[in-house]
């Protein structure tokens, strides 16, 4: 059964720095895309960065150059991680990782992730 755990959410202060952590066990497959996305209070989700086993990585042009996808691998579990630096207000939102079977180049928001976790939440307060 696959299971995937975010942690690492919080409250933080504008210009702040915070970083997410998702524990992904029971992938049976070789490769996969790994994503992190956000819900907004009253706003639709939306991608925020994604990588795959190659360590290529996709960024939203809101996040790109302040925040960093990356991951590691351990034995039965895949652990991925959002480094997120100077945080606005506007990134408040609950984040999902999310995972799905993938052995492309490059991995886009836009694919079918089958797996999602329960979602941990970020608060920017300026």
């Known amino acids: 059964q696959v299971q995937l755990v975010e942690s690492g959410g919080g409250s933080v202060q504008t210009g702040g720095s915070l970083r997410l952590s998702c524990a992904a066990s029971?992938?049976?497959?070789?490769?996969?895309?790994m994503g992190w996305f956000r819900r907004a209070p009253g706003k639709e989700r939306e991608g925020v960065a994604t990588?795959?086993?190659?360590?290529?990585?996709?960024?939203a042009d809101s996040v790109k150059g302040r925040f960093t996808i990356s991951q590691d691998n351990a034995k039965n579990t895949l652990y991925f991680y959002l480094q997120m630096n100077d945080l606005k207000p506007e990134d408040t939102a609950l984040y999902y990782c999310?995972?799905?079977?993938?052995?492309?180049?490059?991995?886009?928001?836009?694919?079918?992730?089958?797996?999602w976790g329960q979602g941990t939440q970020v608060t920017v307060s300026s």
């Open positions: 990588i795959n086993n190659f360590h290529r990585t996709t960024y």
């Open positions: 999310a995972a799905a079977p993938w052995d492309g180049y490059r991995c886009s928001m836009g694919i079918q992730f089958n797996y």
């Open positions: 029971g992938l049976t497959r070789s490769s996969y895309c």
